[in-house]
Structure formats: C-alpha cells, structure tokens
C-alpha cells in the first residue's frame, strides 16, 4: 500500500475552521479524483511548530494511481486550498510505502 502525506501546519485559531473545509472540501475533492481508496486525518500530539499540527493520510493500492493524482489533480486542489487559508499554514507533503516485515 502506498500512503500519500499532507502534513499541514496551521494557526491556533484557524484551527476549526480549518478542520469543516478539509472535512468539507479538500477530502472530498483528493477522494473524487479516484486515486485514493481511504484517508485518515491524524493530530500530532508533540509537534515542536508554533501552531497545530495535523496529517492526512490518503491510501492506494499503486503508484500509477498516485501518480495520475500527482500530475492532473494535485496543483488545483492544494491551489483551492492556499487561496482560503493563504499565508496562515505550512504543508509538506510526502509518499510513503507500507513494509510487511
């Protein structure tokens, strides 16, 4: 499995408002490409930023599915994203592969 990770890092007070739009907004534009077959949305409970600290995990099954995402969804998705929170978040993102040890 493969886990695509956007690690945003947001002021105190845009904290709320910031959860209803990704529940509301970014989940489901990320999910309605089809690329991803679940998420999780994780709180960093130790984060040493300034600010809250959260994860949102998106799942597939291969990276041509993510990469399709990469390549034709992700830019207008993160761009809708920076224009309701612009210059009061950080996010990083990365790909990860699940190991079965």
Same mark, same amino acid.
Request: one cysteine or more; proline letters at 2%.
């Given at each position: 499995?493969? =886990? !695509? +990770?956007?690690? #945003? ?14 529940? +509301? +907004? ?25 600010? =809250?600290?959260?994860? *949102?995990? $998106?799942?597939?099954?291969? =990276?041509?599915?993510?990469?399709? #995402?990469? !390549? ?9 994203? +920076?224009?309701? #929170?612009?210059?009061?978040?950080? *996010? $990083? ?5 699940? =190991?079965?040890?």
């Amino acid at each position: 499995m493969l =886990v !695509y +990770n956007e690690t #945003f890092i947001i002021d105190d007070a845009l904290e709320q408002e910031w959860l209803q739009w990704i529940k +509301n +907004n970014h989940i489901p534009a990320v999910l309605g490409t089809g690329a991803f077959d679940s998420y999780k949305l994780l709180f960093i409970m130790d984060s040493p930023n300034e600010g =809250v600290t959260y994860c *949102l995990q $998106f799942h597939t099954d291969t =990276v041509e599915r993510y990469s399709d #995402f990469h !390549y034709k969804h992700m830019d207008a998705i993160h761009s809708k994203h +920076n224009a309701q #929170f612009e210059e009061r978040f950080a *996010l $990083f993102h990365t790909l990860m592969e699940e =190991v079965e040890l």
